[in-house]
Every structure is written in structure tokens, then in C-alpha cells.
């Protein structure tokens, strides 16, 4: 307003204009200016305020990975945050404060957080209805128990980009402690559990500082992402990774993720101790006795890269011990021609029930206990209801398993007791948290 005030004062600005036109020449454009802007935050609120309420009515409100807690004190509304996200509208601002709007849809990037003047955000894993245990660590990723540290989707960090950074840094904090890099003797500098991204990301980062390590993975590389559903996009954004710099990703699928880090593994001549499982980790001085199903190491340091899928949930149900009930999907095309079900109502349960309902001659059920699919990311939802439209999938809302037969399967469904028939159950319900291992730790 003062510029505004001070060219039409100037006797430069139009000196035979009159003051009054002068006024209506500058003003006007600044008022529509003023009120287009107006108008559109009153919709983008209006927007918003529905998209919450909706989201809230449908009962999807449980974010499915890390996301973001915002403090209404320091939150300015300045929306930056809102800007920030990679997703699109995760966040919105309502009431001048910034909002989870779209919970389901967060999959933890954590550039709110970043872009955040005030530091009105934290990142947290779980929520007040859906809490988790997630181990106590500091910021240079070092538990309670000096020497031992965290890294990953135990500390956290579902997101297999966020995973692989938070594996790179904790190796960082790791090499400055007193005695890491001069290991003799038997003693190693560290051991390292799990070869999933932070595990990997570990690995090289010790390859590459020349450390005396061991790298030791109870299944295959890439720890749960290997068991993710053929096909699935697992990193759409650039990682840096030890002794490979920054490595760009565009639409890059679980096979081609893999088939990278297989590639990086033999270049680099890095060493994992295949099916070898971690049984009991215990103190001895100022260092760490790491018994495995194979060997046992003494070392300075651990870092616990083990995930959180932990040990498969059981449904516990009779028929459960038949070879035909499995706990994750390997590959869709040995259910083909078959009558399946799926329980669960998270991303790899609804991954899992698509997948194999893409399949000719296949009968697919989805059994959840609840009434939506809360915990699952919106592209997966939209899949199951395509799915459902089509007449390639069923899915039943508020069931329970009570027992498993030979060929077929009773449920509880909504209070009455059905029977399908059944050539297969795949159990997606999560997994036990390794819990007691880390406080027997």
C-alpha cells in the first residue's frame, strides 16, 4: 500500500493523470489481486475441511508409516510444509494451523519436517489408537546400551529411501567411536544384522572406512523388500549410497531394486553371511558376544538393521499348521487357478490379494476385521475396489478366520458364520515385534 501510495504521489507517475484516476488505475488490479487470493484459500479451505471429514467418516485416519505430528503453538500456517510434501496434499491448513489431512496416503518422506521455519513438526511411527514400541534412540542413532545402535524400520524409518540414510548416517556415528577402526584379534569393529536398505547401506559404508565387520542376514538381500509382491514400485526418488554415490531411481520396481544391489555387492566385493540368524546378543566389558545359529563374534559395536517384521503373526485357528497357510507372498503365478484368501488390510495384504486376482481362473477373498482399509495406502485401496468392481475379488469387511479345513475356510463375518471354499490362506497381519530380543539385549 505505501509503494502504491508513493507512486501515485510521484510527479513522475503520469504527471497529467489525474490523482483520482491515478488511484482507480493502481488500486483495482491490487484488490482483484486481494480478493482472488481470498477466494482461493476460502476454497482450498473448504477443500481440505471436506477432505478430513471424509477421510474421518470413512475411518481413515491411521497413518500407515512415519508421519507427522504438528504442535498448534508453533505451527504459523504458512503452509510450507503443504508445499513440501512429494505426495501432493498429504497436509493442508486449516484454521491457520497445518493438518494431517489425507493420513493413509503419508508414506514418511519427512520433507514437512524439513521445511518447517518453526520446527512445529515431528515424525513419529504409530498413533495414540495404533501405538508401536519403538526402541529408545538418540540422534546419532545409539541405543541405552553404549555401542549398540539402530537403524531403519526398527528406529522408525519405514521408507526404504529414509532406511538406507539412516543405515549410511548410523555407520558415520559408528566410526567415531573410541576404539572402531582398530580392531586385532578375534574382536571385530562391528557386526552388523540385517542386510535390508539400512543394512546394506551399513555394509558399504564399513567396506568403504575399512572396517572390520560382519555382515550377517537370516534370509536373502534385501531383507522385507524382497518379499514384496513381483512388480511393486519400491523407490521413486534419488539415494546416496557408500562407495556408489547418488544413485537416481524412477519408477524402479522390487526386481530391478534388487537386481542393483546384486550388482553393487559383486562390484564391490561386499561379504553378507547368508542365512545365518542373530540368537542372543550379550556384554562382555566394554564390548558385545554375538551368538548366531552359525558362529559367535565378539565386536565393539552392533548395528540392529532387523526391520520390523519380525516373526510372522499367527492367526491361531484350527488348520493353521497346514502347508497351505503361509504368512507373505512370494509369487502370485503359483496361485493361479486357485481359490485363495487373503487376510489382513494392510498395503502388502491388499498387494497380495490384487496381484494374484490379476491372475485367469483365480478366486480371490480379502478378509479384514475392520470395516475399511485404514491402514493402506490410497493406490492399494483403489486397486481393490477396481478389483471388487470387476468381479475379480471379494472382500469381506469385519470378518474373522475361526477355522481353516482342507478345502475350504469358515469365517465370522459380521456376526455369521460362512464357509468358502479354499486351495489357499495367505496371512498378511503384520508381524511380532522382536521386542524380547532387544530387552534380553
Known sequence: LRLIYRIVHSDDCYPTMPLEAKLLFYFVPFLLLIGWNLSNKRRVYSENVAALEENRASGLTEPASLHPIIDPVKCLGCASCVSACPEGKILGVIDGRAQLIHATHCIGH???????????????????????DIPDVRPNFETNMPGIF?????????????AVEQGRRALESICKVKGVGGASGECLDLVIVGAGPAGFAASLGALENKLKYVTVEQETLGGTVSHFPRGKLVMTAPVE??????????ETTKEELLGFWQKVEKQTGLAIQYQERVEQICAEGDRYRVKTNKNNYLTRTVLLAIGRRGTPRKLGVPGEEQSKVVYRLIDPEQYRGQRVLVVGGGDSALEAATSIAELPDTQVALSYRSESFSRAKQKNRTKVEQAEAEGRLTVLFKSNVK????????LDHDGDLIEIPNDGVIVSAGGLLPTPFLKET
Open 110 to 132: 519427512g520433507a514437512c519436517k524439513d521445511a518447517c521455519p518453526r520446527d512445529a513438526i515431528t515424525l513419529v511411527f504409530g498413533t495414540e489408537n495404533r501405538g508401536v
Open 150 to 162: 539402530i537403524a531403519g524400520e526398527l528406529g522408525g524409518m519405514g521408507l526404504i529411501r529414509n
Open 241 to 250: 549410497l557408500p562407495m556408489v554415490g547418488k544413485v537416481n531411481f524412477t
Open 403 to 410: 477355522e481353516i479345513g482342507e478345502q475350504s475356510v469358515q
